[in-house]
């Protein structure tokens, strides 16, 4: 029988859990699949042992508002926010400021 996408992704991801584009697509593939909390969970993971993928701030960002957690959305993305610039990621940049935007949320330190 062959393996989903999301049964191929999980299972990558389990021999290498370290890999952070792994543990990205883990995440998202999981989120699709409407295995929110798996998913939240692979991206807090990602984050913690690769602080600098400055694209998972913005998708953990994103989970946090759809699970009505908006001030864990907000200080996840404006810790995202400040990676962005320091890796200079300005995909993540418009994002996340974006988002922050939307939320009435943008830090005035800036």
Same mark, same amino acid.
């Given at each position: 029988? @062959?393996?989903?996408?999301?049964?191929?992704?999980?299972?990558?991801?389990?021999?290498?859990?370290? =890999?952070? *584009?792994? %543990?990205? +697509? %883990?995440?998202? /593939? $999981? #989120?699709? +699949? !409407? $295995?929110?909390q798996?998913?939240? #969970?692979?991206?807090e993971?990602?984050?913690?042992? &690769?602080?600098?993928?400055? #694209?998972? *701030?913005?998708?953990? !960002?994103?989970?946090?508002e $759809? $699970?009505?957690?908006? =001030?864990?959305?907000?200080?996840?993305?404006?810790? !995202? #926010?400040?990676? +962005?610039?320091?890796?200079? &990621? /300005?995909?993540?940049? !418009? /994002?996340?400021?974006? +988002?922050?935007?939307?939320? =009435?949320? /943008? @830090? &005035?330190?800036?």
């Amino acid at each position: 029988m @062959e393996q989903s996408r999301l049964e191929l992704i999980n299972t990558m991801h389990v021999k290498s859990p370290k =890999d952070s *584009y792994l %543990a990205f +697509a %883990a995440a998202v /593939e $999981n #989120q699709m +699949a !409407g $295995n929110r909390q798996k998913a939240i #969970q692979i991206i807090e993971r990602l984050i913690s042992f &690769d602080p600098n993928y400055s #694209q998972a *701030y913005s998708k953990l !960002g994103k989970m946090y508002e $759809n $699970n009505k957690k908006r =001030d864990k959305a907000i200080s996840t993305y404006l810790k !995202g #926010q400040k990676i +962005a610039y320091k890796m200079k &990621d /300005e995909k993540s940049i !418009g /994002e996340i400021s974006e +988002a922050l935007m939307f939320l =009435d949320a /943008e @830090e &005035d330190s800036w």
